[in-house]
């Protein structure tokens, strides 16, 4: 089992829709999670960071985190067709003080005009 | 401006040479991490540190190479021993404690 799991898609959504990214991850200790953005040819940028169970919303963007489930989630509100890039779930150490922060492989996002 | 920087940013390499990848942050980040990206493919871990004078190894280390004698660096060494070297390398840093990481723009290297 990979430690962080995400649909590779691609994921194609109309403009103005909302899209729904999915992230699952096997340790169940783990502290904290990301998102990320990536165009292609480019390195990855931070869009949410989550930390406790619940919703978090920033913008257009909501992030969910479900520990008991091992399951966190990011919503885009409103798509916009600069919202097409690969997305990129991240998990951070299970013990505080573990720093190694693993990817899932990616989901690539298209917003249909 | 705060930031990682890393450099250069396209390298090619004979086959059979090391060659070294510069990771430089100004932010005063603890944590420094090196990951491999390939065409289509998500961020594996090769090497991260969380103090100087210290670091771990990731996921895919056989073939690397890392020191962190400064902070403010953490330079990675392909070796020859990397059979398929070939791929986008990205550097990051973080706060550390469970905190976001940062990205630099990424060294493009080439075996020729």
């Known amino acids: 089992q990979k430690e962080v799991e995400q649909n590779s898609g691609p994921l194609s959504v109309p403009e103005g829709a909302i899209a729904s990214l999915n992230c699952t991850y096997s340790d169940r200790g783990s502290q904290s999670f990301f998102w990320y953005r990536q165009y292609s040819g480019k390195s990855p940028e931070l869009i949410m960071s989550i930390y406790s169970n619940g919703d978090k919303e920033d913008g257009r963007f909501t992030a969910q985190l479900n520990k008991a489930s091992q399951y966190v989630s990011l919503l885009i509100r409103d798509s916009q067709p600069s919202d097409s890039a690969t997305y990129l779930c991240?998990?951070?150490?299970?013990?505080?003080?573990?720093?190694?922060?693993?990817f899932g492989t990616g989901t690539r996002l298209t917003i249909i005009p | 401006d705060g930031g990682i920087t890393q450099s250069p940013k396209y390298l090619f390499r004979k086959e059979g040479q090391n060659v070294t990848l510069s990771c430089e942050q100004n932010?005063?980040?603890?944590?420094m991490y090196w990951y491999r990206q390939d065409p289509g493919q998500g961020l594996r871990l090769i090497y991260y540190s969380q103090i100087v004078n210290d670091f771990q190894k990731g996921d895919i280390a056989e073939g690397y190479s890392v020191s962190r004698e400064k902070k403010e660096s953490f330079p990675l060494t392909v070796t020859s021993a990397q059979k398929n070297p070939t791929a986008f390398y990205l550097c990051?840093?973080?706060?550390?404690?469970?905190?976001?990481?940062?990205f630099g723009q990424g060294t493009r290297l080439t075996v020729v």
């Open positions: 991240a998990v951070n150490g299970a013990n505080f003080g573990n720093e190694k922060l693993t």
């Open positions: 990051a840093s973080s706060m550390g404690e469970n905190t976001e990481a940062f």
């Open positions: 932010l005063n980040h603890d944590a």
